[in-house]
Nanobody
Framework: QVQLVESGGGLVQAGGSLRLSCTASGRPFTVYTMAWFRQSPDKEREVVAASHWSGGSTYYADSVKGRFTISRDNAKSTVYLQMNSLKPEDTAVYYC????????????????WGQGTQVTVSS
């Protein structure tokens, strides 16, 4: 497993932006698909975005397409989630996750998780 540390959450007004960061350590970063999941108290954990280990593909949930952008810097072993045009329904705890050599979007396919960072969007 790889160790993941997230940062960048906070409180923002609707329409605002936040950038989340997740830095990995302990294993070669380039063999991991990196993803962001989120979970709110009344919902199951859901994938938000994913970045293929090759860096050649990305995936976005329909609810965030056109607003969120996932990117990775392999030299820094870091994945980012740029969140624009935030909505109150984006409020959740956001988790960074890693899956070795897999291109899947279910939480069960990820074996490394960060501690989570709270994102709160006020209306």
């Amino acid at each position: 497993q790889v160790q993941l540390v997230e940062s960048g959450g906070g409180l923002v007004q609707a329409g605002g932006s936040l950038r989340l960061s997740c830095t990995a350590s302990g294993r070669p970063f380039t063999v991991y698909t990196m993803a962001w999941f989120r979970q709110s108290p009344d919902k199951e954990r859901e994938v938000v975005a994913a970045s293929h280990w090759s860096g050649g593909s990305t995936y976005y949930a329909d609810s965030v397409k056109g607003r969120f952008t996932i990117s990775r810097d392999n030299a820094k072993s870091t994945v980012y989630l740029q969140m624009n045009s935030l909505k109150p329904e984006d409020t959740a705890v956001y988790y960074c996750a890693a899956a070795p050599l897999r291109w899947q979007f279910s939480s069960k396919d990820y074996n490394s998780w960060g501690q989570g960072t709270q994102v709160t969007v006020s209306s």
